[in-house]
């Protein structure tokens, strides 16, 4: 496999490959901090319903050991 896929090291001037990648990131990085905010927060719901279910079962084992 090659080693500059991108072909960077053909680049004649890295200042400006330096500030076109960095507005890149500028366009990107936002969109993909949003993305992984919004998953983890829905993540976060998933496991607070996890969670929950979980105590609804550990407290249902509990009744049926207290009343068996």
Same mark, same amino acid.
């Given at each position: 496999?090659?080693?500059?896929?991108?072909?960077?090291?053909?680049?004649?001037?890295?200042?400006?490959?330096?500030?076109?990648?960095?507005?890149?990131?500028?366009? &990107?990085?936002?969109? &993909?901090?949003?993305?992984?905010?919004?998953?983890?927060?829905?993540?976060?719901?998933? &496991?607070?319903?996890?969670?929950?279910?979980?105590?609804?079962?550990?407290?249902?084992?509990?009744?049926? &050991?207290?009343?068996?």
């Amino acid at each position: 496999m090659e080693n500059d896929v991108l072909g960077f090291g053909n680049v004649e001037d890295r200042y400006w490959l330096a500030l076109d990648l960095f507005d890149v990131r500028l366009m &990107i990085e936002p969109e &993909i901090v949003t993305w992984a905010c919004r998953k983890a927060t829905d993540m976060m719901r998933w &496991i607070g319903l996890m969670n929950n279910i979980r105590a609804c079962a550990d407290e249902i084992v509990l009744n049926d &050991i207290v009343y068996s």
